[in-house]
């Protein structure tokens, strides 16, 4: 009798493909490597992001400022002057100390806000959320034009002739209170938008 051949069974366990040296897993470098890369996205990111915000929250004043200006030219309209509802050029409304707290536009306990002859009310300026700047508006009629006070190098304001009404418009704030404050300002004189240290 012939006995059956013996057959081989096929091993269940693989040869490996990968040199023993590659199934370490990571080595110390190469993770100091991508957590150190890891970081430096982190900080283009967080650096790109407060840009973002600061640039949203520029956004604000160049509205506002707008809108006082609308309501300088409706005033204009029907009194032949424009209104001067802040007393001197650090008289900042709706925040005296403009820094980055929010605070809403109407202050009805605000005596610069209810004044039937002079107060912010008047201009009928309605931003859509609280504000974080500090805003002043002053006018006058003939020379001398005011000049901005917030900015470092500040427009030369014209000469005007006698009996022609005008008016600047200022807003500044410290985002992130480190004393270098965000400024913007306008005029009668012209539609210009002026600034300085925009993403402060």
Request: one cysteine or more.
């Amino acid at each position: 009798m012939k006995r059956a051949e013996k057959r081989s069974v096929p091993s269940l366990r693989q040869p490996s493909r990968w040199p023993s040296a590659a199934r370490r897993g990571f080595t110390l470098v190469e993770l100091l490597i991508t957590v150190a890369m890891i970081g430096v996205l982190a900080a283009l990111a967080l650096v790109g992001y407060r840009r973002f915000i600061h640039a949203s929250q520029s956004s604000e004043a160049k509205s506002v400022i707008q809108m006082i200006r609308g309501g300088e030219e409706a005033y204009k309209s029907e009194m032949l002057v424009y209104l001067s509802p802040s007393h001197s050029l650090t008289d900042w409304y709706p925040n005296t100390a403009p820094n980055d707290s929010r605070m809403t536009w109407s202050q009805s306990g605000d005596t610069r806000y209810t004044d039937s002859n002079q107060g912010w009310a008047l201009l009928n300026v309605n931003p859509d959320a609280p504000v974080r700047f500090g805003y002043v508006a002053m006018a006058g009629i003939g020379n001398p034009m005011t000049q901005p006070s917030v900015m470092s190098s500040p427009p030369t304001m014209p000469v005007l002739p006698a009996g022609v009404p005008w008016y600047i418009v200022q807003a500044e704030n410290d985002h992130d209170n480190n004393g270098i404050f965000a400024v913007f300002c306008s005029s009668s004189v012209s539609s210009e938008i002026l600034s300085e240290n925009e993403q402060e």
